[in-house]
């Protein structure tokens, strides 16, 4: 469970959002709402310990984060909006240097069975750079099974996924909320997850 | 009691008061300094009048070296202790050090056209002056180019630092050079007694830099917490 | 016991996937290394067409040039070396590994160096066969590069670091290094121009510039990376 008290988030001279208070629970998705600019990215890094908050503090199992990051970190996937996969290497090499830089205990067929479950089973030796934007998407989100995390921190994880992709995320988050995960999200567009509440952005927008 | 020394409220209120009086013992200081050390103090029996240019070398380059020492101390407050007064501090004296050196290199080949008949010589001293000029300048330079300004002082202030532990190695690195290259004939700077008739101008030539050097560090650090202010403002 | 190895074992393999993945990209283009042997290159015969083909004076002057040329090398690649990884979000997810960023520091050190400064050095000995000296100044040379290439890196490293968030001035990276790599050159140059006696002496130097180098610059290197990514 994350808590947030009170935290602001300020970019350039704007205030973008002010004293925003909300819990995250185990087993639920959090979705996080707002238009264009209304800070969803800001938070998520905020939660990420990407980008210090003006003001306000984040709770974690009863501390501050800032006092037990290391642990915290260890808790963490991060799904940027940007596609961290490096363009020339191959969608193979790419899933196992994750692999080996998370320290996971994923053995390889299931790389395999990965790749079919998204579609991507064809292209596992092809240099990341020829695939389409929708095909990379899925290439980084699977980094959600490879890390083996608790909680994941997900920044417009369907961004470029047509209807069937989309499904199957939702499926692997529902899937990751029954182990009572926690999952963070922003996006625009509606998914069938059970268990999920809302924080709208909209609603502590300053001025 | 020390706070006002990093806490930037307290110093721009403690400045403010002693704005006057640190201003006119600069004044006065300079007039008693600069007539003992033109008029009453006699002329070198090598070197002439020449040698009165040493009254404002030598202060400048002993407070040329002093900057960097106060920004070092201060970057390591600001860096470790989270002090923002600190990040001003650097970013509002490096001109200043800036300023006393290049007052350094100009008076001192000012008076080596005539010792040594040239403006410049790639010397030991000169050269590590020299280089000490361009690291104020990289500093003000870092501190402007950075979009988001908070970024820039902490990168300019890890330089600071990075310098502080550079420099003496240049330095060291320089001398080696120097007496590898050329002969230690040129180093005539280092006179091993100086005549007290010379001395007392000095010292108080510089006391009055050192007070001008107060003077020039409250206002700046001032305009920069001004600037400061307005950019939280907006 | 056992356990132990393993869990370290599995930790070096960590940051060593960092290292192997960095070498294993460049290499898939070569291209850059290539540019980079043959800039090398052409700056020497550039200089050595401004200094005339007298060959006294070219023994004079060519081993200093080359380490200036070897300093201009390092600028180059500075907006290189850590700005792929800030930008595409690598070093968000490094943060989550567990490994600090000291370490990935050092394995950047690491990579750079094979990457950047090794083929300069491999190179060595043909230019030196071109430019005609004698052999203890060649063997000189080789040792003193093989020696200040890592502190170079170190530095390239540092100033890339520093210009993360900065992408409006790229000569300030360049600016930012070469004040630092002032003493490098002068033992260096000192060390091969030099008497034999001298040669230790300055080595020495040289060597525990190397060292402190070491010490500081993942430190530094890492300190900027997290003040970038906070950003």
């Known amino acids: 469970m994350i808590l947030a008290s009170n935290i602001s988030c300020k970019r350039g001279n704007n205030l973008i959002f002010e004293n925003l208070n909300f819990k995250i629970e185990d087993g639920v998705a959090t979705i996080i709402s707002g238009k264009n600019g209304s800070g969803k990215t800001s938070l998520l890094r905020i939660l990420a310990n990407l980008l210090k908050p003006k003001k306000g503090d984040i709770i974690w199992k009863g501390k501050s984060i800032y006092k037990n990051i290391d642990e915290y970190h260890k808790e963490l996937t991060y799904i940027a909006d940007i596609n ?41 030796n092809e240099r990341v750079k ?29 961004l470029g996924l047509d209807q069937h992709s989309v499904s199957i995320i939702g499926q692997t988050i529902s899937d990751h909320l029954k182990q009572k995960g926690t999952v963070i999200l922003s996006s625009h567009i509606p998914v069938n997850i059970t268990n999920k509440t809302y924080i709208d952005l909209d609603l502590h927008e300053s001025n | 009691m020390f706070s006002f020394l990093y806490n930037p409220g307290k110093f721009f209120i403690a400045a403010e008061k002693s704005h006057n009086y640190i201003k006119m013992t600069a004044i006065y200081l300079m007039i008693i300094g600069i007539l ?199 | 016991m056992s356990q132990i190895n393993k869990n370290l074992f599995i930790f070096f393999k960590s940051i060593l996937s960092i ?18 042997m043959i800039f090398f290159i052409m700056i020497i015969l550039i200089f050595i ?13 060519l081993i200093p040039i080359l380490w200036s040329i070897l300093i201009l090398c390092s600028c180059i690649s500075i907006n290189n070396l ?50 005609e000296i004698n052999e203890t100044k060649i063997f000189h040379l080789i040792i003193t590069i093989a020696i200040g290439s890592p502190i170079l890196t170190v530095f ?45 002496a300055q080595i020495n130097i040289l060597l525990s510039i190397f060292f402190a180098s070491l010490a500081i610059g993942p430190w530094v290197i890492s300190g900027c990376i997290k003040i970038a990514l906070k950003n």
């Open chain 1, 130 to 158: 020829n695939l389409s934007s929708g095909q990379k998407r899925k290439l980084e989100l699977t980094r959600l099974i490879i890390e083996e995390r608790h909680t994941w921190i997900l920044d417009e994880p369907f």
């Open chain 2, 36 to 234: 003992y050390a033109l008029v009453f103090s006699p002329d070198d029996y090598q070197q002439g009048f020449t040698v009165k240019i040493m009254f404002i070398h030598v202060p400048a380059a002993w407070l040329a070296m002093f900057t960097y020492a106060l920004m070092t101390i201060y970057g390591i407050l600001a860096l470790s202790f989270k002090i923002t007064f600190g990040y001003i501090f650097i970013k509002a004296v490096a001109p200043i050090g800036l300023i006393f050196t290049l007052m350094c290199l100009i008076t001192g080949s000012i008076w080596g056209k005539p010792m040594w008949g040239t403006w410049w010589v790639w010397d030991a001293r000169l050269t590590s002056v020299l280089i000490l000029g361009i690291f104020y300048i990289i500093i003000m330079i870092l501190n402007r180019s950075f979009d988001d300004i908070e970024n820039g002082e902490k990168i300019s202030t890890i330089f600071v630092l990075l310098g502080s532990i550079n420099l003496p190695i240049i330095k060291f690195s320089v001398d080696w050079w120097n007496t590898l290259h050329q002969p230690a004939s040129i180093s005539k700077l280092a006179s091993p007694s100086i005549e007290i008739s010379l001395l007392l101008p000095l010292i108080v030539m510089t006391i009055a830099f050192k007070v001008l050097f107060l003077f020039l560090i409250s206002l700046r650090v001032r305009a920069e917490i001004n600037i400061r202010k307005q950019i939280l403002k907006e």
């Open chain 3, 156 to 200: 390239t490293l540092i100033s890339s670091a520093m210009m993360l968030t900065n992408s409006k001035n790229l000569i300030l990276g360049s600016i930012i290094m070469i004040p630092l790599c002032i003493p490098v050159i002068i033992f260096s140059i000192g060390a091969i121009t030099n008497d034999q006696e001298l040669f230790t």
């Open chain 3, 19 to 36: 290292s192997f993945r960095d070498i294993k990209i460049q290499f898939r283009n070569m291209s850059y290394i290539y540019s980079i």
């Open chain 3, 82 to 131: 850590l700005k792929d990884d800030y930008l595409d979000g690598n070093f968000g997810i490094y943060q989550f590994t567990g490994i600090s960023f000291e370490l990935i520091a050092i394995s950047k050190i690491f990579t750079s160096w094979i990457l950047y400064q090794l083929p300069i050095l491999i190179l060595m000995p043909f230019i030196a066969f071109i430019i």
């Open chain 1, 84 to 124: 961290c996969s490096k363009e020339n290497l191959s969608v193979y090499e790419n899933m196992k240097f994750w692999k080996n830089l998370y320290k996971s205990s994923i053995s390889n067929d299931l790389f395999l069975k990965l790749l079919s479950n998204i579609d991507l089973d064809n292209y596992i």
């Open chain 3, 49 to 61: 067409f401004a200094i005339g083909p007298d060959e006294e004076q070219l023994k004079v002057y």
